[in-house]
């Protein structure tokens, strides 16, 4: 009797899972469609360990979403040898970036500009 309900309960896990990815794909149109929603289901289902749960997830990416997905795993490099704690906080850098970066890509531009008009 267990093993039935165990197996019903997989039945219609597996079903939701499936319509979830065929209305993603079809209906959403969303970017990464079926293979983004099996992506997560995938890592839910590993993450009892997630080196293997972020593997296979890009794996999956690179078999359906395209090869360049298959650079992604560099970023198991990363979130392997992170410890769970936060890091030194950069807030301030990150808030004057944004306007220094629009700064100086002007600058390249006005000089570029100039360049142009005197050749």
Same mark, same amino acid.
């Given at each position: 009797?267990?093993? $039935?309900?165990? %197996?019903?309960?997989?039945?219609?896990?597996? &079903?939701?899972?499936? @319509?979830?990815?065929?209305?993603? /794909?079809?209906?959403? !149109? !969303?970017?990464? #469609?079926? +293979? #983004?929603?099996? !992506?997560?289901?995938?890592? *839910? $289902? =590993?993450? &009892?360990?997630?080196?293997? +749960?972020?593997?296979?997830a890009v794996?999956? $990416? #690179? =078999?359906?979403?395209?090869?360049? /997905?298959?650079?992604? $795993?560099?970023?198991?490099?990363?979130?392997? *040898? *992170?410890? #769970?704690?936060?890091?030194?906080? %950069?807030k301030y850098?990150?808030?004057?970036?944004?306007?220094?970066? =629009?700064? @100086?890509?002007?600058?390249? !531009?006005? =000089?570029?500009? +100039?360049?142009?008009?005197?050749?």
């Open positions: 009797m267990v093993f $039935l309900v165990t %197996l019903i309960r997989c039945i219609v896990m597996v &079903s939701v899972v499936l @319509v979830m990815m065929i209305i993603a /794909e079809f209906v959403l !149109c !969303c970017d990464y #469609g079926a +293979a #983004g929603v099996g !992506c997560i289901v995938m890592m *839910y $289902l =590993l993450s &009892s360990n997630r080196d293997v +749960a972020f593997a296979v794996i999956l $990416l #690179g =078999l359906f979403s395209g090869t360049i /997905e298959f650079f992604a $795993l560099f970023m198991l490099i990363p979130l392997r *040898y *992170y410890n #769970g704690k936060r890091g030194i906080s %950069l850098v990150f808030y004057a970036f944004y306007p220094v970066h =629009l700064f @100086v890509l002007y600058l390249i !531009c006005r =000089l570029a500009m +100039a360049a142009a008009v005197h050749t």
